[in-house]
């Protein structure tokens, strides 16, 4: 099993400019999440999804938008690029129950110039 | 805002040392997490201790939980090259149903030869 995938690994954009950061888990499971990981500020949550079809907002949501059309894909979307949204992105899933650990995949550096 | 701290921001040590990581958190928590990044690389799940539990442990690893206090510790012992990595704690946050983690900035360990 791969567990979570994150497409691309790397993408340079330039202000303006709009993209897609894609996360494939093939764990079954029905919590997703992504988060942005900023030097001395850990992860912080952008948005996370509990089930197919729903979405909700995390701790820092906007410039964000995302969809969980499939159980196993959640997507990130950046509508208007920005240089603060530079930062490496995470994507993990869970199993659904209090106390279940999260699975990460191996983050896409984005960088906004 | 982040719920968790971690403290020392950085700790070096030689191998065979022990290595202790303090987390103090702010609000009542259900259970606290510890997570490990190693450099380039998605967290990986350590260990979870829930609120009614004061101790517990995996291997090398030991977390104790003084929720009077609003603090956890993670020791490592006999510490080797390879847990060379940032070490985060996480708590679940009630606000979302328990359905997220809050993060801390973590603590950088590095382990010498």
């Known amino acids: 099993n791969a567990g979570v995938t994150q497409t691309p690994k790397f993408r340079v954009l330039k202000t303006g400019q709009s993209m897609t950061l894609l996360c494939a888990q093939d764990?079954?499971?029905?919590?997703m999440y992504w988060y942005r990981q900023d030097p001395g500020m850990g992860l912080r949550l952008i948005h996370y999804s509990v089930g197919e079809g729903t979405t909700a907002k995390g701790e820092v949501p906007d410039g964000y938008n995302v969809s969980r059309l499939k159980k196993q894909n959640f997507l990130l979307g950046l509508e208007s690029a920005a240089p603060s949204q530079t930062s490496v992105y995470f994507c993990?899933?869970?199993?659904?129950?209090?106390?279940?650990?999260?699975?990460f995949g191996d983050g896409t550096r984005l960088s906004i110039l | 805002s982040q719920q968790g701290e971690e403290d020392p921001q950085a700790l070096s040590i030689q191998e065979g040392e022990n290595a202790t990581m303090n987390c103090s958190y702010k609000?009542?928590?259900?259970?606290l997490q510890w997570y490990r990044q190693n450099s380039g690389r998605g967290l990986v799940h350590l260990i979870l201790?829930?609120?009614?539990?004061r101790e517990k442990h995996s291997g090398r690893l030991r977390v104790t939980l003084d929720t009077s206090k609003k603090s956890s510790s993670l020791l490592i012992t006999a510490s080797r090259a390879a847990d060379t990595a940032s070490y985060f704690c996480a708590t679940v946050n009630m606000n979302s149903g328990y359905s997220t983690l809050t993060f801390g900035k973590g603590t950088m360990l590095l382990v010498s030869p």
């Open positions: 609000t009542s928590i259900n259970n």
């Open positions: 993990a899933s869970r199993w659904t129950g209090l106390g279940q650990p999260q699975h």
């Open positions: 764990m079954n499971h029905e919590y």
């Open positions: 201790i829930r609120s009614n539990e």
